[in-house]
């Protein structure tokens, strides 16, 4: 069964330096997204991404965020200048055009900690 | 804001009991409801939807959830817990016309033989 992956499965990096954070969907699926979840809170929302541009961003999703599709497999999300309280868990998601059903396919996430 | 609520944080079962974990939302427009869940060192994972028609849903491994409007609520049951259900559980919410899920903070299922 096809699966979205995400790489790596753990970052460690230090406050105000910039991470990258890698995921591939699933072959055949348009929408695009990054949930986080910091340690004992919801899994929040960050952003939605289809055609190439950015459908729907959370108030977290501020400037020093941002996600592109460089390619035709990848999905990334940046972080400029990492904060502490970026620490968290960071889950890709992807899911087909809609057909009537709205399944979101997550990923493993990668646990991203900012010392 | 819209927000999800699941009212029980940690459950305690022995296999063969029954299980029902709350969920409740808020916002008075269409919803579209699911429940994932996420094993052990695993990713999430959908247990179940609902979009319309009928409001008791049947999803994988046994589950079921039903959709009460009146109350904004979304329950998912078990007739009987097995030890391999042992897993945390999501209830989420996509408000129509929009383009994300909303999460509830979780509920940890732990079923002991």
């Known amino acids: 069964e096809p699966e979205v992956t995400q790489t790596p499965s753990h970052q460690v990096t230090q406050m105000g330096q910039e991470v990258i954070l890698r995921c591939v969907p699933i072959s055949n699926h348009l929408y695009f997204y990054w949930y986080r979840q910091i340690l004992g809170q919801k899994v929040e929302f960050l952003v939605s991404f289809y055609n190439n541009e950015i459908s729907e961003k959370s108030e977290i999703f501020d400037d020093q965020f941002s996600v592109e599709r460089p390619d035709g497999s990848n999905f990334t999300l940046k972080i400029r200048s990492t904060k502490l309280e970026d620490s968290a868990m960071y889950f890709c998601?992807?899911?087909?055009?809609?057909?009537?059903?709205?399944?979101?396919?997550f990923g493993p996430g990668t646990r991203l900690t900012v010392t | 804001a819209q927000s999800v609520s699941q009212h029980n944080h940690h459950v305690i079962l022995s296999e063969a009991a029954s299980l029902e974990l709350g969920c409740n939302y808020s916002y008075g427009g269409t919803v579209n409801l699911f429940w994932y869940v996420q094993y052990p060192g695993q990713h999430l994972q959908l247990l179940l939807k609902y979009f319309s028609g009928d409001p008791l849903v049947k999803g994988i491994k046994g589950f079921e959830a039903e959709f009460i409007k009146s109350k904004f609520s979304f329950n998912l049951r078990k007739p009987s817990v097995q030890w391999s259900d042992t897993a945390e559980y999501f209830c989420?919410?996509?408000?129509?016309?929009?383009?994300?899920?909303?999460f509830g903070t979780g509920t940890r299922l732990q079923v002991f033989p």
């Open positions: 989420a919410v996509q408000v129509y016309n929009t383009d994300k899920l909303i």
């Open positions: 998601a992807s899911r087909e055009k809609e057909t009537g059903t709205y399944e979101q396919y």
